[in-house]
T-cell receptor, first 112, second 115 residues
Framework: SQQGEEDPQALSIQEGENATMNCSYK?????LQWYRQNSGRGLVHLIL?????REKHSGRLRVTLDTSKKSSSLLITASRAADTASYFC????????????FGGGTRVLVKP | GAGVSQTPSNKVTEKGKYVELRCDPI?????LYWYRQSLGQGPEFLIY????????DSGLPNDRFFAVRPEGSVSTLKIQRTERGDSAVYLC?????????????FGQGTRLTVV
Protein backbone atom coordinates (compact mmCIF):
# COMPACT_ATOMS: atom_id res chain seq x y z
CA SER A 1 0.00 0.00 0.00
CA GLN A 2 1.13 3.57 -0.57
CA GLN A 3 1.56 5.96 2.32
CA GLY A 4 1.44 9.16 0.31
CA GLU A 5 -1.07 10.34 -2.23
CA GLU A 6 -0.22 13.19 -4.56
CA ASP A 7 -2.63 15.74 -5.92
CA PRO A 8 -3.08 16.55 -8.74
CA GLN A 9 -2.15 13.42 -10.67
CA ALA A 10 -1.17 15.55 -13.65
CA LEU A 11 -0.36 19.21 -14.15
CA SER A 12 0.25 21.20 -17.34
CA ILE A 13 1.65 24.72 -17.15
CA GLN A 14 3.46 27.28 -19.27
CA GLU A 15 7.15 27.97 -18.83
CA GLY A 16 7.65 30.69 -16.23
CA GLU A 17 4.57 29.77 -14.21
CA ASN A 18 4.68 28.19 -10.77
CA ALA A 19 3.80 24.54 -10.24
CA THR A 20 2.27 23.37 -6.98
CA MET A 21 1.61 19.80 -6.00
CA ASN A 22 0.38 18.30 -2.76
CA CYS A 23 0.98 15.10 -0.85
CA SER A 24 -1.13 13.58 1.90
CA TYR A 25 -0.09 10.70 4.11
CA LYS A 26 -1.71 8.53 6.73
CA UNK A 27 0.60 7.81 9.65
CA UNK A 28 3.11 9.72 11.74
CA UNK A 29 6.44 10.26 10.03
CA UNK A 30 10.02 11.26 10.81
CA UNK A 31 10.61 13.02 7.52
CA LEU A 32 9.08 13.58 4.12
CA GLN A 33 11.10 13.66 0.93
CA TRP A 34 10.38 14.74 -2.63
CA TYR A 35 11.88 12.99 -5.62
CA ARG A 36 11.83 13.64 -9.35
CA GLN A 37 11.74 11.01 -12.07
CA ASN A 38 12.38 11.48 -15.77
CA SER A 39 11.28 8.94 -18.35
CA GLY A 40 10.18 6.34 -15.82
CA ARG A 41 13.65 5.32 -14.66
CA GLY A 42 15.86 6.47 -11.74
CA LEU A 43 14.56 8.86 -9.13
CA VAL A 44 16.52 11.90 -8.03
CA HIS A 45 16.25 13.27 -4.52
CA LEU A 46 15.13 16.92 -4.43
CA ILE A 47 14.54 17.94 -0.84
CA LEU A 48 13.92 16.50 2.62
CA UNK A 49 11.86 18.08 5.39
CA UNK A 50 11.85 16.78 8.94
CA UNK A 51 8.68 16.32 10.92
CA UNK A 52 9.62 19.24 13.21
CA UNK A 53 10.09 21.63 10.29
CA ARG A 54 7.34 23.58 8.60
CA GLU A 55 9.00 25.00 5.52
CA LYS A 56 12.19 24.50 3.56
CA HIS A 57 13.70 26.07 0.46
CA SER A 58 16.20 24.83 -2.09
CA GLY A 59 16.78 26.98 -5.15
CA ARG A 60 13.46 27.25 -6.97
CA LEU A 61 11.86 24.63 -4.72
CA ARG A 62 9.77 25.36 -1.66
CA VAL A 63 8.38 22.59 0.51
CA THR A 64 5.89 22.93 3.34
CA LEU A 65 4.84 20.34 5.87
CA ASP A 66 1.73 20.36 8.04
CA THR A 67 1.88 17.39 10.39
CA SER A 68 -1.51 18.21 11.92
CA LYS A 69 -3.11 17.76 8.51
CA LYS A 70 -0.62 15.07 7.44
CA SER A 71 0.11 16.92 4.24
CA SER A 72 2.97 18.52 2.33
CA SER A 73 3.26 20.72 -0.71
CA LEU A 74 6.01 21.21 -3.26
CA LEU A 75 6.19 24.50 -5.14
CA ILE A 76 8.42 24.94 -8.17
CA THR A 77 8.77 28.62 -9.01
CA ALA A 78 9.48 30.03 -12.47
CA SER A 79 9.17 26.63 -14.09
CA ARG A 80 11.28 25.59 -17.06
CA ALA A 81 10.70 23.03 -19.80
CA ALA A 82 13.43 20.95 -18.14
CA ASP A 83 11.22 20.64 -15.03
CA THR A 84 8.93 18.33 -17.01
CA ALA A 85 8.96 15.09 -15.01
CA SER A 86 7.04 13.05 -12.47
CA TYR A 87 7.32 14.17 -8.87
CA PHE A 88 6.88 11.82 -5.92
CA CYS A 89 6.64 12.36 -2.20
CA UNK A 90 8.03 9.70 0.10
CA UNK A 91 7.65 9.34 3.83
CA UNK A 92 10.08 7.78 6.26
CA UNK A 93 9.07 6.26 9.57
CA UNK A 94 11.72 5.04 11.96
CA UNK A 95 9.02 2.95 13.63
CA UNK A 96 8.71 1.12 10.32
CA UNK A 97 12.43 0.42 10.24
CA UNK A 98 13.38 3.43 8.13
CA UNK A 99 11.25 2.17 5.26
CA UNK A 100 10.76 4.85 2.60
CA UNK A 101 7.20 4.73 1.22
CA PHE A 102 6.21 6.54 -1.98
CA GLY A 103 2.99 8.05 -3.26
CA GLY A 104 1.56 7.76 -6.76
CA GLY A 105 3.20 10.88 -8.14
CA THR A 106 2.27 14.05 -10.03
CA ARG A 107 3.14 14.21 -13.71
CA VAL A 108 4.17 17.75 -14.59
CA LEU A 109 4.37 19.06 -18.13
CA VAL A 110 5.97 22.47 -18.63
CA LYS A 111 5.23 23.82 -22.08
CA PRO A 112 7.79 26.17 -23.64
CA GLY B 1 31.27 3.38 -7.59
CA ALA B 2 29.95 6.85 -8.22
CA GLY B 3 26.31 5.84 -8.06
CA VAL B 4 23.93 2.93 -7.70
CA SER B 5 24.35 0.50 -10.57
CA GLN B 6 21.68 -1.94 -11.69
CA THR B 7 22.15 -4.73 -14.19
CA PRO B 8 20.81 -5.61 -16.61
CA SER B 9 19.08 -2.42 -17.69
CA ASN B 10 16.54 -4.44 -19.63
CA LYS B 11 15.53 -8.07 -19.33
CA VAL B 12 13.03 -9.98 -21.46
CA THR B 13 12.13 -13.43 -20.25
CA GLU B 14 9.55 -16.07 -20.97
CA LYS B 15 6.75 -16.83 -18.57
CA GLY B 16 7.83 -19.45 -16.07
CA LYS B 17 11.54 -18.67 -16.24
CA TYR B 18 13.81 -17.63 -13.37
CA VAL B 19 15.48 -14.19 -13.35
CA GLU B 20 18.05 -12.44 -11.22
CA LEU B 21 18.37 -8.67 -10.99
CA ARG B 22 21.54 -7.17 -9.56
CA CYS B 23 22.12 -3.99 -7.60
CA ASP B 24 25.51 -2.45 -6.75
CA PRO B 25 24.93 0.23 -4.11
CA ILE B 26 27.09 3.23 -3.37
CA UNK B 27 30.20 2.11 -1.50
CA UNK B 28 29.74 2.34 2.25
CA UNK B 29 25.95 2.58 2.17
CA UNK B 30 24.52 0.16 4.68
CA UNK B 31 20.85 0.51 3.73
CA LEU B 32 19.55 -0.94 0.47
CA TYR B 33 16.00 -0.86 -0.87
CA TRP B 34 14.22 -2.67 -3.70
CA TYR B 35 11.11 -1.19 -5.30
CA ARG B 36 8.88 -2.20 -8.19
CA GLN B 37 7.24 0.40 -10.39
CA SER B 38 4.49 -0.17 -12.92
CA LEU B 39 3.69 2.33 -15.65
CA GLY B 40 2.06 5.45 -14.26
CA GLN B 41 2.43 4.34 -10.65
CA GLY B 42 4.70 5.26 -7.79
CA PRO B 43 7.50 2.94 -6.63
CA GLU B 44 6.10 0.06 -4.59
CA PHE B 45 8.25 -1.07 -1.69
CA LEU B 46 9.50 -4.66 -1.86
CA ILE B 47 12.31 -5.17 0.66
CA TYR B 48 14.79 -3.22 2.77
CA UNK B 49 18.23 -4.41 3.90
CA UNK B 50 20.27 -2.99 6.73
CA UNK B 51 23.68 -4.55 6.24
CA UNK B 52 23.34 -8.20 5.33
CA UNK B 53 19.95 -8.78 6.87
CA UNK B 54 16.50 -8.05 5.52
CA UNK B 55 15.11 -5.53 8.01
CA UNK B 56 11.72 -5.48 6.29
CA ASP B 57 10.54 -7.83 3.53
CA SER B 58 6.85 -7.08 3.94
CA GLY B 59 6.54 -5.79 0.38
CA LEU B 60 7.54 -9.00 -1.37
CA PRO B 61 4.32 -10.03 -3.14
CA ASN B 62 4.68 -13.80 -2.72
CA ASP B 63 7.22 -16.57 -2.20
CA ARG B 64 8.36 -16.42 -5.83
CA PHE B 65 10.29 -13.28 -4.89
CA PHE B 66 13.47 -13.44 -2.84
CA ALA B 67 16.39 -11.09 -2.29
CA VAL B 68 19.83 -11.52 -0.79
CA ARG B 69 22.70 -9.32 0.24
CA PRO B 70 25.28 -11.80 1.52
CA GLU B 71 28.22 -9.45 2.13
CA GLY B 72 26.32 -6.28 2.90
CA SER B 73 27.02 -4.63 -0.43
CA VAL B 74 25.73 -6.11 -3.71
CA SER B 75 22.15 -7.36 -3.65
CA THR B 76 20.32 -9.72 -5.96
CA LEU B 77 16.56 -9.85 -6.42
CA LYS B 78 15.45 -13.28 -7.56
CA ILE B 79 12.13 -14.06 -9.16
CA GLN B 80 11.08 -17.66 -9.76
CA ARG B 81 8.44 -18.90 -12.19
CA THR B 82 7.95 -15.43 -13.64
CA GLU B 83 4.46 -14.30 -14.60
CA ARG B 84 3.36 -11.60 -17.04
CA GLY B 85 2.19 -9.54 -14.08
CA ASP B 86 5.78 -9.33 -12.86
CA SER B 87 6.59 -7.03 -15.79
CA ALA B 88 7.69 -3.69 -14.34
CA VAL B 89 10.73 -1.54 -13.68
CA TYR B 90 12.62 -2.80 -10.64
CA LEU B 91 14.42 0.00 -8.81
CA CYS B 92 17.19 -0.28 -6.27
CA UNK B 93 18.26 2.48 -3.88
CA UNK B 94 20.90 2.80 -1.20
CA UNK B 95 21.48 5.20 1.65
CA UNK B 96 23.84 5.69 4.53
CA UNK B 97 22.32 4.82 7.87
CA UNK B 98 22.80 8.25 9.34
CA UNK B 99 19.59 9.05 11.14
CA UNK B 100 16.78 11.33 10.12
CA UNK B 101 18.44 13.18 7.25
CA UNK B 102 19.12 10.18 5.11
CA UNK B 103 18.25 10.53 1.44
CA UNK B 104 18.11 7.54 -0.87
CA UNK B 105 20.10 7.31 -4.10
CA PHE B 106 18.46 5.36 -6.89
CA GLY B 107 19.82 3.32 -9.75
CA GLN B 108 18.38 3.58 -13.25
CA GLY B 109 16.34 0.45 -12.76
CA THR B 110 15.92 -2.85 -14.59
CA ARG B 111 12.96 -3.03 -16.96
CA LEU B 112 11.66 -6.59 -16.75
CA THR B 113 9.33 -7.82 -19.47
CA VAL B 114 7.76 -11.25 -19.13
CA VAL B 115 6.34 -12.57 -22.40
Amino acid sequence: SQQGEEDPQALSIQEGENATMNCSYKTSINNLQWYRQNSGRGLVHLILIRSNEREKHSGRLRVTLDTSKKSSSLLITASRAADTASYFCATLRQAAGNKLTFGGGTRVLVKP
Amino acid sequence: GAGVSQTPSNKVTEKGKYVELRCDPISGHTALYWYRQSLGQGPEFLIYFQGTGAADDSGLPNDRFFAVRPEGSVSTLKIQRTERGDSAVYLCASSSFGGLDTEAFFGQGTRLTVV
